[in-house]
């Protein structure tokens, strides 16, 4: 109930492209949906961040978007450039109960030349 | 806003030792605090979640005699390996819960402490 899966495990994509990441969750209850970004030997940051009320969110290049019915959300990285080469992690909660993030297993982005 | 600050980076200790990592909110009260561990190319761990004044929360399979956390005050929580092995090297991030607290995220992360024990 309160897995996070997430697809694909890495992905290389060339510099202009889209890279698109995937995750699904099976907790009706999460009501917040962030993506962290991690670079080695660094802890998260925050990129962008979801509530269930919207099917999609967009700030600069990344963009949310959500499918409540079908328990998904996905990250969208426009004009990939080498310098978002990094481990990417969604993860979920819910926030009315001041709950733990629940993360997905991560993908290694890599964006070539 | 919302800065959580991690000390050490990193550190390097002998078999059999303790050490402890440092979590500090510099511009808000951290009324909880999440501590991770992460193993190289796998996601975060929940180790415990501590209350500002109260017990930790350890995650199942979590020794919490061996990881020491204590959460004195609303601006700093310790996290304390104890007797530390090379087993207990790894990566160790703390998280502030900052909802409510004008920050853009949910959750702030500290950079992180890399622990070798020789």
């Known amino acids: 109930q309160q897995q996070v899966k997430q697809s694909p495990q890495s992905l290389i994509v060339q510099k202009g492209g889209i890279s698109i990441i995937n995750c699904a969750y099976e907790n009706t209850a999460f009501d917040y949906f962030p993506w962290y970004q991690q670079f080695p030997g660094k802890g998260p940051a925050l990129l962008i961040a979801i509530r269930p009320d919207v099917s999609e969110k967009k700030e600069g290049r990344f963009t949310i978007s959500f499918n409540k019915s079908a328990k998904q959300f996905s990250l969208h990285i426009m004009d990939s450039q080498p310098g978002d080469s990094a481990t990417y992690f969604c993860?979920?909660?819910?926030?009315?109960?001041?709950?733990?993030?629940?993360f997905g297993t991560g993908t290694r982005l890599q964006v070539t030349l | 806003g919302a800065v959580v600050s991690q000390h050490p980076s990193w550190v390097i200790c002998k078999s059999g030792t303790s050490v402890k990592i440092e979590c500090r909110s510099l511009?808000?009260?951290?009324?909880?605090m999440f501590w991770y561990r992460q193993f190289p190319k796998q996601s975060l761990m929940l180790m415990a979640t501590?209350?500002?004044?109260?017990?930790?929360?350890?995650e199942q399979g979590v020794e919490k005699d061996k990881f020491l956390i204590n959460h004195a005050s609303l601006t700093l929580s310790t996290l304390t390996v104890t007797s530390a092995h090379p087993e207990d090297s790894s990566f160790y991030i703390c998280?502030?819960?900052?909802?409510?607290?004008?920050?853009?995220?949910?959750?702030?992360f500290g950079s992180g402490t890399r622990l070798t024990v020789v």
């Open positions: 511009d808000f009260q951290a009324t909880t």
């Open positions: 993860a979920a909660t819910n926030t009315g109960t001041a709950s733990k993030l629940t």
């Open positions: 998280s502030a819960r900052t909802l409510g607290q004008g920050a853009r995220d949910g959750y702030t």
């Open positions: 501590s209350n500002e004044g109260s017990k930790a929360t350890y």
